[in-house]
């Protein structure tokens, strides 16, 4: 059970590079999101699909753009890398339970470590 | 301004000692969530506490939901080097459009 894949798990860049970061899930799940964290900031939210082929922003979208491929993938984009986006991305995808309030949550994958100089 | 304020930032303790974390907040919730996250890994749900003034055990770790549904707390007993991790508490922001929203977290640390 693979659950939430996502790769690289490292990555290096300089100042204006790109790169996409790519997640998939194996769960049939409709909704993915993708957070960073930051030191002393917890997890905020960049962007969120709530089903194949929409997308929206979350807290801190500026800089990043994504992709909902098919129901199973979810990419991260950033055009041109700065020393901000220096971060641990999580990708997540949302189970949802029987209904509100009962069993819904979040399955994360293991993160992908971006440093831009 | 934060939506969900934990406390405390830090927590290092020894094996065996008790231990209280708390999520507060200013807004009333329908429900409030305890992710942990381990060194490297993404964060895993633990408990999910949707009535006030609901207590929910999970072995040593207590979680107890306000009777105002605006703050909950983690109680810890007999603390082990595996209970080491970020503790974060969650909440939807984002009403039927789903979007979890985190507060800062706890990191603790316990040591043998």
């Known amino acids: 059970n693979a659950g939430v894949t996502q790769t690289p798990k490292f990555q290096v860049l300089k100042t204006g590079q790109s790169m996409t970061l790519q997640c998939a899930q194996d769960m049939n799940h409709n909704s993915m999101y993708w957070y960073r964290q930051d030191p002393g900031m917890g997890l905020r939210l960049i962007y969120y699909?709530?089903?194949?082929?929409?997308?929206d922003k979350g807290e801190v979208p500026n800089g990043y753009n994504v992709s909902r491929l098919n129901k199973r993938e979810f990419s991260l984009r950033l055009e041109s890398a700065a020393p901000s986006q220096t971060s641990v991305y999580f990708c997540?995808?949302?189970?949802?339970?029987?209904?509100?309030?009962?069993?819904?949550?979040?399955?994360f994958g293991s993160g992908t470590q971006l440093s831009v100089l | 301004t934060q939506l969900l304020e934990q406390s405390p930032q830090f927590l290092s303790i020894q094996e065996g000692e008790n231990l209280t974390v708390y999520c507060n907040s200013s807004?009333?919730?329908?429900?409030l969530q305890w992710y942990r996250q381990e060194p490297g890994e993404g964060p895993v749900l633990l408990v999910t506490v949707v009535t006030g003034g609901e207590v929910k055990k999970l072995k040593r770790l207590t979680f107890q939901f306000g009777d105002a549904r605006k703050d909950s707390s983690l109680h810890i007993t007999a603390a082990q080097p595996g209970d080491t991790g970020l503790y974060l508490c969650?909440?939807?922001?984002?009403?039927?459009?789903?979007?979890?929203?985190f507060g800062k977290g706890t990191l603790l640390t316990v040591n043998p």
């Open positions: 807004s009333v919730f329908s429900s």
């Open positions: 969650a909440v939807n922001s984002g009403g039927s459009n789903y979007k979890l929203t």
């Open positions: 997540a995808s949302r189970y949802p339970g029987q209904g509100p309030l009962t069993n819904e949550k979040l399955f």
């Open positions: 699909s709530a089903s194949e082929g929409t997308t």
